[in-house]
């Protein structure tokens, strides 16, 4: 999907920035809570709800936990194709390419470049991966191959805020009167094999592909009753399988550059002495966060070019004084007026891959 440059941006009325707001700080937010949280009808915030969803305003994704089911490795890609190449043959190519990989569940490209995110179960996978990228571009018959980069994140030694969240930059935009959403600090976590039935695989599957669909919804899918897929999925949250996520669509808002941030850090500087003192907007506007001792990527999208000035630099200023950065941060601004989805939190692939 082209991120359009639409002819309007979006305006919210108060009660629909709450609204946005509230779910995006928490997707499981029933209309009843939200209603209550910020003095609201409860009618009135489902007629909200449903007015973004059906606008395109907002979407629902269902994240899963990616070392819950086995994958030892996370991995981040930047790459840069030929300017010479037309930009819907490049784009058609890495379309063709993101249909082809179910472990790219992120993907963007913005005139000559490129970003995506991965996921693998282990190094040989991730290999795999790698070697089938350099076999799909070789050769004449796809030149518009990007000479890509790539970082490997593996859950034993990294950090990470590996659901997106985008609760802080909503705050900010709205400028609303309501206290700050709480930060969301990256954490370590253990790698650990997938202990499911073929009952709690299907459902899961079907819940990643069908983020808003009903119980009942489910049960026709994966052939169980409506209770018995509302027990799965109550399970399925309990256990910390996926988690529910509202993404607001902001290139529909009028906001104009994604930033990803790509910072090699000084060994001598201890990392829990970095994570303790670095300032938290680092973390809080970035809405998808990886980390280890001596690198990390952090993705902010930005209203204009003035907030990358103000605020991204102003953020980064301090890794300089205080002598964090091992060399000059890698920053990549994609405008988005010419970038293009080519896969957008869609782990549908990845998770059929994973449990199939």
Known sequence: MKYANTAFVWKFLESERLVIFGLTEDATRTDAQIAELFKLKKGTVASIRRRLLDAGAIAYVNVPAFNRLGCEILAFHLGTTEPQERSDIRVGHYMDFCSRSPQIFEAMMSGTSLVMYTAFRNATEYDS??????????GSRRPSRARITSSIFPFALSR???????ASIVHRHFQLECPRPRSVLPASTEVEGPDLSNTEKRTLITLVENPLASDRRISEIVGLSRQAVTRVRNKLLEDEMFFPVCIPRLYKWGFEICAVAHPKFNMEMPWEKRLKSEPKDVVDFSFYTLSKADESVTNYLLAKYSDYTEQL?????WYHKAGAFEEKPELT??????????????????????LA
């Open 313 to 317: 630099e102003g953020a980064l200023a």
């Open 333 to 354: 601004l994609l405008p988005l007026e010419r970038c293009t989805e080519l896969r957008t939190f869609d782990y549908a692939p990845i998770v059929r891959h994973l």
């Open 160 to 166: 990470g805020a590996y659901v997106p969240n985008f």
């Open 129 to 138: 991966f790698i070697q089938g990228y350099n076999s799909f571009f070789t």
